[in-house]
Each structure stands twice: as structure tokens, then as C-alpha cells.
């Protein structure tokens, strides 16, 4: 299970969708959640970086998990069919929730993987229970991944595996919307 998490989060930071200690990851396991420890760059986690909380919050062992779990917690709590997700910051979905743009699945590649299409929450403070419950509201309409405002991205699925591949079809659309409007020049200022 932990080689899975450790691979992926190499992945993603290869990728360039993380940077230092940006992003976490989570496992659902029954009623506990394993997550990334606070202060731990994802990118160098050992299988000892992730810590087993229960669903009610308690904390398993001295490691501090990471300020988003309240952002996990809500989600697993209200959708049983997510056993995992993924918080990355991929630079064209962040830049894209920045100038906020409308993020419609427009390459195939996307519209496969995202099929509910993509939910948005403005700027809310990181680690706080409004970010918490405003990603929660939009997990529970049904999107499975979620823009947060010059924060990056949320994606859920039944697998690990499920949420990497939203997350990167999510990044590749936001490149390519991004670089569509730079080619009809909708960015460019005007002289």
C-alpha cells in the first residue's frame, strides 16, 4: 500500500505538481486515514512520514499530521466511495484559479477522466475547517476534483491510482487552456 503512496509522490514531484512541503496525500483504510506528517516534503516521505488518524480526529503516534487533514477528514466522512486523495499545486490549474478562468474538460483525456466536470472554491485560509467544508460541498455535488484558489488542486477517487490520473489529466487540460489563450492572445495586454 505505502509503495504506491511513495511512488506518486515522487511522480509528482517530477511532474512538477509540488514543490518543498506543498501537497499531501491520504489512504482511507476502514475507519482510519493514513497522512502525510506536517513539515515533511512529499517528494522525500518514507513510509514512517505517514501517520494513521481515525476518523474522529485522533491522532495515532507523536508525528503531527499535516494542517490540511480536516480537507481529508470532511471528504471521507462524506463520501464513501473515496479511499483516497490527492493535494497537489500544479502551476497552469493554479495559475488558471488565479485569473479565474471557467475550467471546462475540453481535451479527451480530461472529459474521460473527469466526467462531473471540476469544482471550484475561492481563496480560503490552508488547514482552515471553512477550506475544509467549502471542498467537502463540492465533493459531495459529485465533482471529483476541486481548484482552490492560488492553492492548486483536490482529487479524490476509489483508488490511489484513480486520483493521480484525475489530477494529471486535470494539469495537462489547465496547460492547454492556458496556452489556448495565450494563442489568441486573451492574456496579452494591450499597448
Same mark, same amino acid.
Given at each position: 500500500?505505502?509503495?504506491?503512496?511513495?511512488?506518486?509522490?515522487?511522480? $509528482? #514531484?517530477?511532474?512538477?505538481?509540488?514543490?518543498? *512541503?506543498?501537497?499531501?496525500?491520504? $489512504?482511507?483504510?476502514?475507519?482510519?486515514?493514513?497522512?502525510?506528517?506536517?513539515?515533511?516534503?512529499?517528494?522525500?516521505?518514507?513510509?514512517?512520514?505517514?501517520?494513521?488518524? @481515525?476518523? #474522529?480526529?485522533?491522532?495515532?503516534?507523536?508525528? *503531527?499530521?499535516?494542517?490540511?487533514?480536516?480537507?481529508? +477528514?470532511?471528504?471521507?466522512?462524506? *463520501?464513501?466511495?473515496?479511499?483516497?486523495?490527492?493535494? /497537489?499545486?500544479?502551476?497552469?490549474?493554479?495559475?488558471? /484559479? =488565479?485569473?479565474?478562468? #471557467? !475550467?471546462?474538460?475540453?481535451?479527451?483525456?480530461?472529459?474521460?477522466? =473527469?466526467?462531473?466536470?471540476?469544482?471550484?472554491? @475561492?481563496?480560503?485560509?490552508? @488547514?482552515?475547517?471553512? +477550506?475544509?467544508?467549502?471542498?467537502?460541498?463540492?465533493?459531495?455535488? @459529485?465533482?471529483?476534483?476541486?481548484?482552490?484558489?492560488?492553492?492548486? $488542486?483536490?482529487?479524490?477517487? /476509489?483508488? +490511489?491510482?484513480?486520483?493521480?490520473? *484525475?489530477?494529471?489529466?486535470?494539469?495537462?487540460?489547465?496547460?492547454?487552456? !492556458?496556452?489556448?489563450?495565450?494563442?489568441?492572445?486573451?492574456?496579452?495586454?494591450?499597448?
Amino acid at each position: 500500500m505505502m509503495k504506491e503512496v511513495i511512488f506518486i509522490a515522487r511522480y $509528482l #514531484d517530477r511532474l512538477g505538481y509540488i514543490a518543498g *512541503r506543498e501537497g499531501n496525500i491520504s $489512504l482511507r483504510r476502514g475507519e482510519l486515514v493514513y497522512i502525510k506528517a506536517s513539515g515533511v516534503y512529499l517528494a522525500e516521505a518514507t513510509e514512517k512520514d505517514f501517520i494513521k488518524v @481515525g476518523l #474522529d480526529g485522533k491522532v495515532y503516534g507523536k508525528k *503531527r499530521p499535516s494542517i490540511e487533514l480536516p480537507m481529508h +477528514l470532511t471528504i471521507y466522512k462524506s *463520501r464513501n466511495d473515496v479511499s483516497a486523495i490527492i493535494h /497537489s499545486h500544479p502551476p497552469y490549474v493554479t495559475a488558471l /484559479s =488565479l485569473l479565474e478562468e #471557467d !475550467f471546462e474538460p475540453k481535451t479527451e483525456e480530461a472529459k474521460l477522466y =473527469l466526467k462531473k466536470g471540476v469544482g471550484f472554491v @475561492g481563496s480560503l485560509e490552508p @488547514g482552515s475547517m471553512d +477550506l475544509a467544508k467549502a471542498v467537502e460541498w463540492q465533493v459531495r455535488k @459529485g465533482y471529483d476534483v476541486v481548484v482552490l484558489k492560488g492553492h492548486g $488542486l483536490l482529487a479524490v477517487g /476509489s483508488t +490511489l491510482r484513480e486520483a493521480f490520473e *484525475r489530477t494529471i489529466a486535470t494539469e495537462r487540460c489547465a496547460t492547454v487552456l !492556458f496556452l489556448t489563450g495565450l494563442a489568441k492572445g486573451k492574456w496579452l495586454r494591450q499597448a
